[in-house]
């Protein structure tokens, strides 16, 4: 029933007219939002950097990146850094930093041999350092040292010392994981990696070193026990078998009682440190004198005392038995056992063990050291033990606390031959120092009779008695120069016997024969 529908707008005639604007000339609404209505706003973004490709893999920048969506309505979305890579010298650049330098001088036409393959090290910087230390003393190259190793080192190329050294570079269980995990570029390793490398193939390389310095120090250590036991062994001995010392003992107890009333008397024993008191107490006579000089004068002059006057002599071990300690040389057998037993365990090891290596000598030359070594230890612990009971006895024979060490008890019996002897020529210089003083007592004696005689003979005064001898002699020459000894006996007093003219003649003749003697 309805017609037919409108014909289209002719072209270019738009749609219908906009509305006209509210009355009153009101400013309409603000316009409406990019993309109301439906549409779609995108994120600030910036093209994609484009920089050349370098010629070689460059080291990289540590820089910290803005993200891109911080750089909106910033100076960074301005700048064209393209242009830099026309300016620089991109050849010189990848020269300069390269991850990986080449040397001028590999720059060759030979290709395949130009770079310089970079060494290849993972262990801490320090204990690679010292470790290549190491490698530079012991000037052997790693197969010598595995070889050294494997056969004990039987030709002695590597010192004890150096030995000591290598076990502090034993390869830890992690740095045989990682090295292992780049076996295949162990021709990159740095000297230390291939040596710890190279190390770590030889099955408990630490217990063959921990084996080896054993085998090499026993004999020294033997050398130092085997003495030190004969010492105290003969120590021991000499003291309970001491005539001196069993009359020196008796000789200080006599003056102990003698000296002491009360309480402190009635003594039948002391301790054996009583004996360097002995210098403590001096004589209230002469103070130079202790009572040890009383009785190191006794020893010397009375026959009684003879058996004690080589006493230092009869205890001469007593001297080195006093550095000992029962307890350190304990330890240090302990050690020696706690060694061998050691040295057992890893040959029951290599026994079970079913890796074998080429020039391995460790079951062949320590099953022979081992019993060598295990005969000698059990002679040392036998001797040490009856050493032992034997010092125990001697603490016990002097009334002694029986937890005493040798260098206590044996320390005072040395201190105390040394004082003896000190005493005994502190005796002799005063001794000598006495002898001095009385020859010169007698030589003013003699002086000063002479000098009275003179005058009783020549009636005059021969020199001040102040004067010494010589101004009494050219007293005595001038009188007679002068004639005053040859007065005539007219002049002299009545009653004078002639007896004093004798001498006088006698005197002035031999002056006479003295002179012409000149």
Sequence with gaps: GS????????????????????????????????????????????????????????????????PVAKLKDTMWASLDDSSVYKAMDRTEFDTLFSAYQR??????????????????????GRRAQNCTILLSKLKLSNREVHHAVLSLDEDHQISIDM????????????????????????????????????????????????????????????RFLKPRIGNLAEACEQITTSPGMKKMLEFVLALGNYMNRGARGNGHGF?????????????????????LHYIVQCVDEKD?????????????????AAKLSLVELGKDISVLRQGLKQIGDELAWHEKSKEHLDGDSFQLVMEEFSGEAKQEIEAVQEKFA?????????????AEDPKQEPSDFFGTVSNFC??????REELAAMKKKEEEEKRKQEAAAATAAA?????????????????????????????????????????????????????RVRVSTQFQCGAGGE
């Design 3 to 66: 017609g037919p529908p409108p014909p289209p707008p002719p072209p270019g005639v738009g749609g219908p007219p906009p509305p006209p604007p509210p009355p009153g000339g009101m400013p309409g609404g603000p316009p409406p939002p990019p993309g109301a209505y439906g549409g779609f706003v995108a994120p600030f973004a910036l093209p994609a950097k484009q920089p050349p490709q370098p010629s070689v893999q460059l080291k990289s920048f540590n820089w910290a990146k803005i």
């Design 451 to 503: 000098a009275a005689h003179g005058k009783s003979a020549g009636g005059q005064t021969l020199g001040d008695g102040e004067q010494g001898e010589g101004a009494e002699l050219d007293d005595l020459i001038s009188s007679l120069k002068a004639g005053n000894c040859f007065n005539s006996p007219g002049r002299r007093k009545t009653g004078k016997s002639s007896a004093p003219r004798r001498t």
């Design 163 to 222: 030995i000591e050294l290598m076990v502090r570079f034993t390869p830890t269980a992690e740095e045989v994981a990682t090295l292992k995990s780049l076996q295949d570029q162990v021709d990159m390793f740095a000297p230390a990696d291939r040596f710890l490398w190279e190390m770590s193939q030889i099955p408990r390389f630490q217990q063959r070193l921990n084996a080896l310095i054993y085998k090499r120090k026993l004999p020294e250590r033997l």
């Design 418 to 423: 040394t004082a003896f002897s000190e005493a």
């Design 103 to 124: 040397k001028e001088k590999d720059e060759t036409v030979d290709e395949p041999t130009k770079p310089k393959v970079k060494e290849l090290s993972v262990i801490d």
């Design 271 to 291: 301790k054996i440190n009583s004996l360097l008191k002995l210098g403590d107490t001096k004589s209230s006579k002469c103070r130079q004198k202790t009572l």
């Design 386 to 398: 009856s050493t032992k009971t034997c010092f125990t006895e001697v603490l016990k024979q002097f």
């Design 304 to 320: 009684a005392f003879a058996q004690a006057r080589d006493l230092p002599d009869q205890l001469g071990k007593a001297s080195e």
